[in-house]
Every structure is written in structure tokens, then in C-alpha cells.
């Protein structure tokens, strides 16, 4: 599985973007998507994630912000980021695993098989 991660940039604080990822290769109808991000100097983190079945996961930092959305037609999944703050800038990466991830787990990054190759979101200040 290949994935391609796209829409990072440069948005002044307030603003907003919308990162896409698309899965291709040996892909199936069951999978869990999420997206993790990495800040200079600082561990990978959570940020949302998403199974097929259409249940969605955040991370405190950015629920009632961020929505991730999925459509499996095309196998891609999407991160609307709203009202950015400067503490959102990192490199934002995707990842794919085939199958479901238990709930406990959608959060970590150990289960998710696939990654893409990363975005750079940077919120100016």
C-alpha cells in the first residue's frame, strides 16, 4: 500500500487548511486510516483517525477543530483543520492499516502498517 499525503502549506493563525491522503496498491473494503504529526524536537503524536465503517477518533488538542473524513470510493481520507494555532505546525503524516484497530489502540502509532511520506503544516503567529 502506497499512500500519498497532500495540502500542507503555510496559514497565518485563525486560518485553515484541508490535508488529503490517498491509499493505493493492495488496499481492502475494511481499513483504519489516521493521521499523526510530528513537531520539531518532538515525539509523533495522535490526531485523528478514521475506520471505513465511519467512526472517528481525535486527540483532545484538536477535537471541535479538526475533521477527518473518508471516502472509500476513491480511498482517500481528508483532515479539515480549522482555527489554526501556531502550535499545530509539524509535519503531518498518514498512515493505513488493513483492518480494524481496536479503539484502545487507534491512537498509537505501532498498529498502522503504512505510512505516507509526510506534509509540512506550518501556522504562523
Known amino acids: 500500500v502506497q499512500l500519498q499525503a497532500s495540502g500542507g502549506g503555510l496559514v497565518q493563525a485563525g486560518g485553515f487548511l484541508r490535508l488529503s491522503c490517498a491509499a493505493s496498491?493492495?488496499?481492502?473494503?475494511?481499513?483504519?486510516m489516521a493521521w499523526f504529526r510530528q513537531a520539531p524536537g518532538k515525539e509523533r503524536e495522535f490526531v485523528s483517525s478514521i475506520r471505513s465503517s465511519g467512526g472517528t477518533y481525535y486527540a483532545d488538542s484538536v477535537k471541535g477543530r479538526f475533521t477527518m473524513s473518508r471516502d472509500n470510493a476513491e480511498n482517500t481520507v481528508s483532515l479539515q483543520m480549522n482555527s489554526l494555532k501556531p502550535e499545530d505546525t509539524a509535519v503531518y503524516y498518514c498512515?493505513?492499516?488493513?483492518?480494524?484497530?481496536?479503539?484502545?489502540?487507534?491512537?498509537?502509532?505501532?498498529?498502522?502498517?503504512?505510512w505516507g511520506q509526510g506534509t509540512l503544516v506550518t501556522v504562523s503567529s
Open positions: 496498491g493492495r488496499t481492502f473494503n475494511g481499513y483504519t
Open positions: 498512515a493505513y492499516r488493513n483492518g480494524r484497530i481496536i479503539t484502545s489502540q487507534v491512537s498509537q502509532p505501532g498498529p498502522y502498517e503504512y
